[in-house]
């Protein structure tokens, strides 16, 4: 299908140099655009074409990057000309040898469920994390065999541009508005996050919160649903009950363990682990391998990671909280009184909620970067003491002025990275180096 084609690659970061090494296979004409760099001074080994204006009319196909602009002209543009604009996921799909794929999306959660299934299904079988974590997708597509799992963290950006991505498995940890900087409209979003069931049929399986549920009604799925919920359920599903969580499949209860096994803090990792649990037991996975799993993950990096403790007051690391509702969850699930150090990039989020619902935990904000000034007016109107720094190290100094013993002093940024790092990764390590170097 991709024999003869022309087609261009949008975005020439991490996605786009791994699809053209995918794509110097098949023999195709590769365009290549990023105006972000200079084309011409790379040292890359994969011949293509640099993309001029007037060669839209000759591409048959784009294969967009996630960090492109989803209305970018260029994009506009190819939209009135009928040109067909693919997702790295939906490249993949399309040339997968393996039907065991299990794809994971949600405002928060994903990064945790996706873990905690690949650590499961890797005791079992070979299997292949990838998409916003471990590996890009396109760098396993030709490697993966048909025997193989594929587990997948899927962005909104990514499953915006996809047609026939079917996931035998599709996970909706959770879902609110988030990106409405690129997705315009919170309706847009919420689309974008259940295209991952758009392609199911009575064959495969659709997990999602209990929470959830009338939204699964108004899209009309037609995966079998399974949900899970901190409360009984009469649906199939995994629920909590009195401290255990328990699967039901429509025939049987089963309890699966008891929730002082999980070491990761906080309600919202053990919804996490029972969306993890419900797919595994739909694939048949020992139930012995799923405990022990359970029983020995420590969580994710970035995501409410424990750093340190200094003079009695903890440190923790949530960098990779990028949007008011993960920050709200990660304050939730602190033990002591919380010196929050948020701000980062404006995605156009509103941040009264997050400050209102985490008033009672909230000791004092301390904030920076470019929504430092509109959280400060959330933390206005809902009484919520707070200070402005410049920056994250003299953010981390005055935490530790400010915090005494009992506190956790938490990086919750509700913001994204782009404003003053490349990336939440590089400002988590930033902090968690801040932290390391406090006396």
């Known amino acids: 299908m991709l024999e003869n084609k022309n087609i261009l690659i949008m975005g020439f970061g991490v996605t786009g140099k791994a699809a053209l090494k995918f794509l110097k296979e098949f023999p195709c004409k590769i365009y290549v655009y990023d105006s972000n760099q200079d084309l011409q001074k790379l040292n890359v080994e994969e011949d293509f074409i640099i993309f001029k204006d007037e060669d839209l009319d000759n591409i048959d196909l784009i294969v967009k990057s996630p960090g492109i602009y989803p209305f970018h002209e260029l994009l506009e543009k190819a939209r009135e000309k009928n040109i067909e604009i693919i997702s790295d996921i939906e490249l993949s799909y399309r040339n997968l040898k393996t039907n065991n794929v299990i794809a994971v999306t949600g405002t928060n959660g994903k990064t945790t469920t996706t873990t905690i299934l690949g650590d499961i299904l890797r005791r079992v079988a070979k299997t292949y994390v990838v998409g916003n974590i471990g590996r890009g997708i396109l760098e ?187 920050t709200e969850v990660a304050v939730a699930a602190m033990d002591g009184d919380v010196v929050l150090i948020a701000g980062g990039y404006d995605k156009g989020a509103d941040f009264d909620n997050l400050i209102e619902k985490s008033k009672d935990k909230l000791k004092t904000a301390i904030l920076f970067g470019q929504t430092a000034e509109k959280i400060s007016e959330s933390c206005k109107k809902y009484g919520v003491e707070f200070y402005i720094t410049e920056d994250l190290k003299k953010a981390v100094e005055l935490a530790k002025k400010l915090a005494v013993k009992g506190d956790d002093v938490l990086l919750s940024p509700a913001c994204a990275s782009w404003d003053m790092y490349k990336s939440y990764e590089v400002r988590g390590q930033h902090f968690k180096d801040l932290v390391k170097e406090l006396v």
Request: aromatic share 12%; with cysteine; net charge negative.
């Open 140 to 326: 396993i597509t030709k490697e993966a065999k048909a025997e193989d799992y594929v587990v997948i963290e899927a962005s909104s950006f990514q499953l915006e541009n996809t047609i026939d991505f079917k996931p035998h498995i599709a996970v909706l940890t959770y879902v609110t508005s988030d990106h409405l900087d690129w997705h315009k409209t919170r309706q847009n979003y919420v689309n974008a996050k259940f295209k991952i069931f758009k392609n199911q049929d009575e064959n495969d399986f659709a997990i999602l919160n209990y929470e959830d549920r009338d939204l699964a009604d108004k899209y009309n799925l037609k995966a079998e649903r399974y949900y899970f919920s901190m409360g009984k359920i009469s649906e199939k599903g995994a629920y909590l009950d009195q401290g255990k969580i328990y699967f039901k499949d429509g025939v049987k209860i089963e309890e699966i363990l008891d929730v002082k096994d999980i070491k990761i803090p906080g309600d919202h990792n053990i919804r996490n682990i029972m969306a993890a649990i419900i797919a595994c037991k739909l694939l048949k996975i020992d139930l012995d391998v799923i405990k022990k799993s359970i029983a020995s993950f420590t969580g994710v990096e970035h995501r409410i990671e424990f750093v340190r403790e200094v003079d009695g007051v903890k440190y923790y690391n949530d960098s990779k909280g990028t949007n008011p509702d993960s």
